[in-house]
C-alpha cells in the first residue's frame, strides 16, 4: 500500500516535468559565420516567436569551438509539458508559416546542407 501512495504521489511530478530536445550540429568546411547566422536568424527567431506563444518554455543556442578549430552547435529547446512537447511540429509549423513567408534567411547563396551536418538528438525528461 505505502509503495502504491508513494507512485501516485510521484504522477503530478513526472506529468509536469519539462521535456528538452538536443540538436547536436557540427559546422562543415570551416562555415562558422553561415552556420551561426542561419541558427541565429531561423533557428532562434522561431523560438522567440514561440516562446512568446507559450509553445516553448526556453531555448539555447550554444557554440563551441575545439582546440582543433572544429565548431559544433548545440540547439536546446524546452517544453513545459508533454503535451507541449506532442504538439511541437504543429507549433512550429505555424510558427514558421507565419514569421518564415519568404523561406529561411541565409547569409549568402550557401544553403544549409553546405555549412552544417545535424549528427545526433536528444530528448531529455527534466526532474
Not at 507541449?84 to 514569421?99: G, K, P, S
Amino acid at each position: 500500500m505505502r509503495i502504491c501512495l508513494f507512485f501516485i504521489m510521484l504522477l503530478p511530478m513526472a506529468a509536469s516535468a519539462e521535456i528538452f530536445t538536443i540538436d547536436f550540429v557540427k559546422v562543415v568546411d570551416g562555415n562558422d559565420e553561415e552556420a551561426i547566422y542561419y541558427y541565429e536568424n531561423n533557428w532562434k527567431r522561431h523560438r522567440i516567436e514561440a516562446a512568446s506563444r507559450s509553445y516553448i518554455s526556453s531555448y539555447k543556442l550554444l557554440v563551441k569551438q575545439s582546440d582543433d578549430g572544429q565548431t559544433d552547435i548545440l540547439l536546446i529547446t524546452g517544453y513545459a509539458s508533454e503535451a507541449d512537447y506532442e504538439q511541437r511540429e504543429a507549433n512550429f509549423q505555424e510558427v514558421m508559416r507565419e514569421t518564415g513567408k519568404d523561406g529561411p534567411r541565409l547569409m549568402n547563396d550557401k544553403k544549409p546542407g553546405e555549412f552544417r551536418k545535424v549528427f545526433d538528438s536528444a530528448v531529455y525528461i527534466g526532474d
